[in-house]
């Protein structure tokens, strides 16, 4: 089948394509928020009615005890090779609900983006899988076997999918995970992603009177637990933007001078990525460029702190307790384990006399890299020069995607990461969106991996 006759059946279903996921982007599958649970259950019970309709062979709901995993597959041939796609159903809160323009779980598009939460991260590039699948199958032109493996979990640690997977070896079992759940550098430079840094989430709470005091009775007599636990955060960088916790770097990844030049070929326009943001100037570990801080280099940044009065008016309130959310970007070599215990003994012995503290560590991931030169890379490559005219770039991602190494370990396969989004989605933000571009070409660009895939 030619990507000519791929455009056509997706041009002239691309309004039934995208109300499906419109219809999807209405259910508020926020897994890390009880409120939602029977929402979540229902995405599963959605995922597996699409699937089947797209002609799998069978699809199921396979309970965990947490949210379920939709499983299914299309076996055309066993001696074909097998592609086991991976993605998930869940989704992040869309607090602060203030902030959107529209409702987050009302799909609009505005700008030829799809504006909802979960539209990039991740219903709509898993989506893109199911309507692949569906164009080849009534296209008669699947070459390869599919496998889905949709978990309702990744945005809160992926917690039970270990054990799936272990127990599930032998069902697994493919040539590669194809996943989508990263981006490319923009519309007119495609990438894939070839590299991702691991997670270390720790929770710190700061306690010093028993109560909140009234801050002009005991104010200079009581140290103030959000005054300390601001001075501890400070102190965790130097002045060149080095995490400054013992122990911290030793097992980093160095890469080459080759790696290193390798990585900066993708086009970076610094002055445009400032203007995207909103920023005036860029932040980070001195001597390295957009790309490596992003890319091959560890951080460490508060993703919330919070403590004493936050409501409206004033309140003179010395506050009792001061917390924050802490976390930590992984490279090669680091592991979150470690690191956990490395923050841990650095955050407490910090603390001064006056207060108490509490460390508590969350979930984590290891990081990951691909090897550049396997099949599927190379059915890849062909298949973004086939739909986009032109050869991808090969990058290292910031995000972390902990199931990669798991993947590895337990079924010693490598995942193949062929993401759509881009940096303005504002993934995990107010206002998420996603390309309907970047669906529509994301569909078409996997229907002829398929195709690369099954002659490589």
């Known amino acids: 089948m030619s990507t000519t006759a791929f455009k056509s059946y997706i041009e002239e279903n691309q309004d039934r ?40 062979d069978k699809a199921e709901i396979v309970e965990t005890e947490g949210y379920p995993i939709v499983y299914a597959e299309k076996m055309v041939d066993p001696s074909k090779p097998t592609v086991l796609v991976y993605g998930h159903y869940d989704v992040q809160p869309a607090d602060p609900y203030e902030l959107w323009k529209s409702p987050p779980f009302e799909p609009e598009v505005r700008d030829g983006k799809i504006y909802a939460r979960g539209a990039s991260d991740d219903k709509g590039q898993m989506y893109m899988h199911v309507k692949a699948l ?14 889905f493996m949709i978990e309702g979990e990744e945005e809160v640690g992926s917690s039970h999918l270990a054990g799936f997977v272990k127990d599930n070896r032998e069902k697994l079992q493919a040539d590669v995970v194809l996943i989508s759940d990263t981006g490319i550098i923009d519309n007119e430079n495609p990438s894939i992603t070839i590299g991702l840094r691991g997670l270390s989430y720790m929770e710190v709470e700061v306690t010093g009177p028993r109560i909140d005091l009234h801050s002009g009775m005991f104010g200079g007599t009581v140290a103030n637990p959000v005054n300390v636990l601001c001075r501890m955060i400070a102190s965790l960088h130097d002045e060149q933007g080095r995490v400054t916790i013992p122990g911290f770097y030793d097992k980093v990844a160095e890469l080459s001078d080759e790696e290193r030049s390798e990585i900066n070929r993708a086009p970076q326009d610094d002055e445009k990525y400032k203007q995207e943001l909103g920023v005036k100037a860029l932040a980070g570990e001195d001597g390295y460029t957009t ?33 924050a959310k802490i976390s930590m970007r992984l490279v090669p070599n680091q592991h979150p384990d470690e690191i956990d215990e490395l923050f841990t003994k650095h955050f407490e012995s910090i603390a001064p006399d006056t207060v108490q503290v509490k460390v508590t560590p969350h979930h984590g991931g290891e990081p990951a890299v691909v090897p550049t030169d396997s099949p599927a890379i190379e059915a890849a490559k062909k298949a973004f020069q086939d739909a986009w005219g032109k050869e991808p770039f090969l990058t290292r991602e910031g995000g972390s995607i902990p ?16 993401g759509f989004g881009l940096d303005e989605d504002a993934i995990h933000s107010p206002n998420e969106s996603y390309g309907v ?18 002659k490589v």
């Not at 569906?134 to 496998?147: F, G, R, S, W």
């Not at 992003?294 to 951080?299: A, D, F, M, S």
Request: hydrophobic share 45%; with cysteine.
């Open 403 to 418: 199931i990669v190494s798991l993947f590895q370990k337990e079924l010693g396969i490598d995942s193949l990461l062929m």
């Open 291 to 323: 790309m490596e801080r992003i890319g091959i280099r560890p951080t460490l940044d508060v993703n919330g702190i919070w403590g004493g009065y936050t409501g409206e008016g004033a309140k003179t309130v010395l506050p009792s307790k001061a917390y």
């Open 17 to 56: 394509f995208l109300e499906e996921l419109f219809d999807l982007l209405r259910i508020p599958s926020v897994s890390t928020d009880s409120k939602f649970q029977q929402d979540v259950r229902r995405t599963a019970d959605f995922v597996k009615e699409r699937l089947l309709e797209a002609k799998v």
């Open 437 to 454: 571009f970047n669906f529509l070409k994301g569909i078409e660009t996997i229907s002829l991996f398929y195709q690369h895939f099954a």
């Open 134 to 147: 569906e164009t080849m199958i009534v296209n008669d032109a699947l070459p390869c076997n599919v496998k």
